[in-house]
């Protein structure tokens, strides 16, 4: 939840919250994007790529190993990730929410956003925190 604090509060992110991610290489998904501040409502252009669980974002597309991204939100404390045109007004929007936090997004075509919301939700399911293989009992074989 912190990550999502930084970038809503528009603070550098923590170094911990993308550690050991090469996000500078062969990203799952990577593009432009604009998306909305929530302590300082404007909206902004960003390139954003999305990797091993993590959606961050940089000020170019110029991304190597040297980048420092300017917020990061962990996919796996997501819950949902959806269209949100009627909620913001805005052709080609969609949201990411957290139990906590909704971070809003404009794609550049209806295409684009489809094929985001798609990434995000498959990054979600994949790192999702709400059942891991060390919380799965096996009744069958519990005594």
């Avoid at 912190?2 to 550098?12: D, K, L, P, Y």
């Avoid at 991610?21 to 960003?46: C, H, M």
Wanted: a neutral charge; hydrophobic letters at 35%; charged letters at 30%.
């Amino acid at each position: 939840m912190e990550s999502i604090w930084r970038a809503a509060t528009f603070q550098a992110p923590n170094p911990e919250d993308y550690a050991g991610v090469e996000f500078w290489s062969n990203p799952e998904r990577a593009g432009w994007l604009t998306k909305q501040g929530d302590y300082i409502r404007t909206w902004r252009r960003r390139w954003f790529v999305l990797k091993q669980g993590r959606l961050l974002w940089f000020k170019d597309p110029v991304v190597n190993r040297m980048s420092v991204p300017r917020g990061v939100i962990p996919v796996g404390n997501c819950l949902t990730v959806k269209g949100a045109e009627d909620v913001i007004n805005k052709p080609f929007a969609f949201e990411i929410s957290t139990n906590q936090d909704t971070v809003f997004f404009i794609a550049d075509s209806e295409k684009e956003k489809e094929e985001w919301i798609n990434s995000i939700g498959r990054s979600i399911v994949q790192h999702s925190r709400s059942v891991t293989d060390s919380e799965v009992v096996d009744y069958d074989n519990k005594r």
